[in-house]
């Protein structure tokens, strides 16, 4: 199927040329004469950006990266867990536990102040993508580490209290596994709501597009840190698991990345090429992830193309973000071709 879409060329030279015609805001002066007025310079007043760039440091991207790992992870174990594999559960299970260890850490470093974090929790605010991402990572945090400890009790002694707890670990920690696994799908797709509901064009504009990337992109990631820990008996349905993520986060990214002219940070410049790079190493994770069953060294490489392509992912599309906010283009062109069409001039975000 052709995409109906036309390049951003093309629609940017027939905004251009809508602007020209005789009856257009260029085409003609007060006495009816033709002008030829310069191409347009999208630029602001002093020179300075018409929206505030995220002030959300690098720590937020790995945030996203970490986020989507933990929720993969938690699928991922209870998957194992009602399959009767214990091997994978436990790999899960402790890729979830590090994933939200490292997204708490991340987050609060970015607060700058601890307190900040449990200061969010005083509301729930279900229209505010930030708050209700505050309380599923509450809720997924204490259910994914009770699963993975629950997985040290063999270490346990066999008699006494502690031989209690031995008994008793294995039923919490599968209810809590659960428990874990469903809240995972809020975890891996709020921060794409959450950077979609801001006014930073290359975020705002693919709204419809990023949580598919962003849950595609965590599926295929603990997919790979499953290849790379677990025994090939066990892996079976990861491969599986890997190729539909690829699945869902290309197709998903290639329409976030043909969006008109806010599209373009997606595939121009360092962000570009941090997408790119993702896409590629996807999609030679997720075909060598098929042909990994007899080849140890084959699995391990495929995981970690898989767990690579995540993180560069993640950091292309908060970099995207950023481009966009900077630059006064990603923002006028789009107001000015909704003038031209008759639509309202400004855009409400």
């Given at each position: 199927m052709t995409d109906p879409t036309p390049p951003v060329g093309d629609r940017f030279r027939a905004y251009q040329a809508r602007l020209d015609q005789p009856g257009g805001r260029r085409g003609r002066g007060h006495g009816g004469e033709q002008l030829t007025v310069p191409p347009a310079d999208f630029s602001?007043?002093?020179?300075?950006p018409i929206l505030k760039a995220p002030v959300w440091?690098?720590?937020?991207?790995?945030?996203?990266?970490?986020?989507?790992?933990?929720?993969?992870?938690?699928?991922?174990?209870?998957?194992?867990?009602?399959?009767?594999?214990?091997?994978?559960?436990?790999?899960?299970?402790?890729?979830?536990?590090?994933?939200?260890?490292?997204?708490?850490?991340l987050l609060v470093h970015d607060l700058g102040r601890p307190e900040r974090f449990h200061h969010m929790l005083r509301v729930a605010k279900p229209t505010s993508p930030m708050?209700?991402?505050?309380?599923?990572?509450?809720?997924?945090?204490?259910?994914?580490?009770v699963a993975a400890v629950a997985e040290l009790a063999p270490l346990l002694p066999r008699h006494g209290v502690l031989g209690l707890a031995r008994r008793l670990a294995p039923g919490v920690g599968d209810v809590a596994g659960l428990a874990a696994a469903a809240t995972a799908?809020?975890?891996?797709?709020?921060?794409?709501?959450?950077?979609?509901?801001?006014?930073?064009?290359?975020?705002?504009?693919?709204y419809p597009f990023i949580p598919f990337v962003f849950g595609g992109s965590a599926l295929a990631a603990a997919s790979g840190v499953g290849l790379i820990a677990a025994p090939a008996a066990e892996t079976g349905p990861l491969r599986r698991l890997a190729a539909a993520g690829a699945a869902i986060k290309l197709v998903g990214g290639h329409r976030m990345e043909r969006l008109w002219i806010t599209g373009e940070p997606y595939r121009s410049g360092h962000s570009g090429r941090l997408v790119?790079?993702?896409?590629?190493?996807?999609?030679?994770?997720?075909?060598?992830?098929?042909?990994?069953?007899?080849?140890?060294?084959?699995?391990?490489?495929?995981?970690?193309?898989?767990?690579?392509?995540?993180?560069?992912?993640?950091?292309?599309?908060?970099?995207?973000?950023a481009v966009?906010?900077?630059?006064?283009?990603?923002?006028v062109v789009p107001q000015r071709e909704r003038l031209a069409d008759g639509g309202p001039a400004a855009d409400v975000r």
């Open positions: 602001s007043y002093y020179g300075r440091k690098r720590d937020i991207g790995g945030y996203l990266f970490t986020g989507g790992l933990a929720a993969g992870g938690a699928l991922i174990g209870a998957g194992a867990q009602l399959t009767g594999r214990p091997a994978l559960r436990r790999v899960g299970r402790w890729t979830a536990l590090g994933g939200t260890v490292a997204s708490a850490y708050s209700m991402g505050t309380w599923i990572l509450t809720a997924f945090g204490p259910a994914a580490g799908p809020a975890l891996a797709t709020y921060t794409g709501v959450l950077l979609a509901d801001t006014a930073v064009p290359a975020w705002h504009d693919a790119r790079a993702g896409n590629v190493l996807l999609s030679v994770g997720a075909v060598a992830a098929l042909f990994s069953r007899r080849s140890r060294l084959l699995s391990v490489l495929s995981g970690a193309a898989l767990v690579a392509s995540s993180l560069a992912t993640r950091f292309g599309i908060f970099e995207a973000g966009s906010a900077r630059d006064p283009k990603y923002t």
